[in-house]
């Protein structure tokens, strides 16, 4: 079993920077494949970006290509999202998520951390 537990998030001003954190409990993390979803108020729950087991391979929605960084730390049970140049309309909750290799449905979730971008 693994647990996921986000942090980092925060109120924050356009243009500003955050870091979110995903901490993983169990000792399948580096089996996992690692993603960052957010969700905002009256809207479907987006995938932001991916990556792979070892971190080598990374994936972004188009919104936030250039501007969010996804990695991974597998020795920590860590995933991040550096994410920069922040607009308001990245205000949401963001949940960082698992699932194994070769599998379409994601196993393990966090709790979620918001994230407010005001204007």
């Known amino acids: 079993q693994v647990q996921l537990a986000e942090s980092g998030g925060g109120l924050v001003q356009a243009g500003d920077s955050l870091r979110l954190s995903c901490a993983a409990s169990g000792r399948t993390f580096s089996n996992l494949e690692m993603s960052w979803f957010r969700q905002a108020p009256g809207k479907e729950r987006e995938l932001v970006a991916a990556v792979n087991w070892s971190g080598g391979i990374t994936s972004y929605t188009d919104s936030v290509k250039g501007r969010f960084t996804i990695s991974r730390v597998n020795a920590k049970n860590t995933v991040y999202l550096q994410m920069n140049s922040l607009k308001p309309e990245d205000t949401a909750v963001y949940y960082c998520?698992?699932?194994?290799?070769?599998?379409?449905?994601?196993?393990?979730w966090g709790q979620g951390t918001q994230v407010t971008v005001s204007s």
């Open positions: 998520a698992g699932r194994f290799l070769g599998t379409s449905r994601y196993s393990y």
